[in-house]
């Protein structure tokens, strides 16, 4: 293990003794462009643990989408490993790869991509029945983590009658339906002012914490950063500790 995964370690939320779920060794990613090859990422090492938030905070154009995708399995490294509770990922089918990333990893982005014409609790219910969880256990489970996130009193509403932060909360619930081992956040908080930021993110780590999820959320809002269990930013195409 390299140095800065060792760090990482020391600093986890976890013990010790127990395996990261996601752990980038030595991974590289570069994009041809006219003139050459543009590197992104050259040799990172990145490792996260069950219960463990770690913020993202690498300024725009350093490598965070690319680093997002590549521990998301939407992209494959160029070189390196990407292991996602153990399993190494990098040479695996499209299908397997896709296989994984449907039921070990959830994603929340900035904008919350609702299915508009269903309600809330309908948009957390289909990505499970999408997985072939009955419609009654998916009910079930959607009316309880929406209920977790304070949205018991609006789950029968459509996207358009919820404000900003709820709607954030809803995305956040369907990330986590089909119980994923990692989450992987992309600005959840960025379109939202200041106290509804405050509420989306209080909510977020809570069920991390409560769900022992392994979370890597990127954020420019330092004072949310500053609250997370670990920082990390991308310098010279390696992730390093804040």
């Known amino acids: 293990m390299s140095e800065q995964v060792e760090r990482g370690v020391a600093g986890a939320a976890a013990s010790a003794e127990e395996p990261p779920v996601l752990w980038l ?27 463990e938030s770690v913020a993202l905070i690498a300024p725009s154009g350093t490598g965070k989408s690319t680093l997002l995708h590549v521990a998301g399995l939407l992209e494959a490294p160029d070189a390196g490993e990407v292991y996602i509770g153990g399993t190494a990922t990098s040479k695996l089918a499209d299908k397997d790869r896709t296989r994984i990333r449907r039921l070990e990893i959830g994603f929340v982005y900035q904008f919350h991509h609702l299915l508009p014409e ?4 309908e948009n957390v219910v289909l990505p499970q029945m999408i997985r072939g969880l009955g419609q009654k256990e998916a009910r079930t489970r ?4 929406l209920g977790y996130l304070g949205l018991a009193e609006r789950v029968s509403h459509r996207p358009a009658e919820l404000s ?25 908080t960025g379109n939202l002012d200041p106290k509804t930021a405050d509420h989306v993110f209080q909510a977020l780590t809570q069920l991390v914490r409560a769900s022992r999820l392994a979370a890597v959320i990127a954020t420019h809002n330092m004072d949310l950063a500053a609250r997370m269990d670990r920082r990390v930013t991308i310098r010279d195409g390696l992730i390093v500790e804040v």
């Open 118 to 121: 269903f309600s809330a609790l």
């Open 164 to 188: 900003g932060g709820e709607q954030q909360r809803v995305a956040i619930a369907r990330a986590v339906a089909n119980a994923p081992r990692i989450l992987m956040a992309d600005e959840p």
């Open 25 to 51: 060794k030595a991974v590289e990613r570069r994009y041809k462009q006219a003139g050459g090859a543009l590197e992104i990422l050259k040799g990172a090492d990145f490792a996260v643990w069950p219960g």
């Open 142 to 145: 959607a009316a309880e983590l």
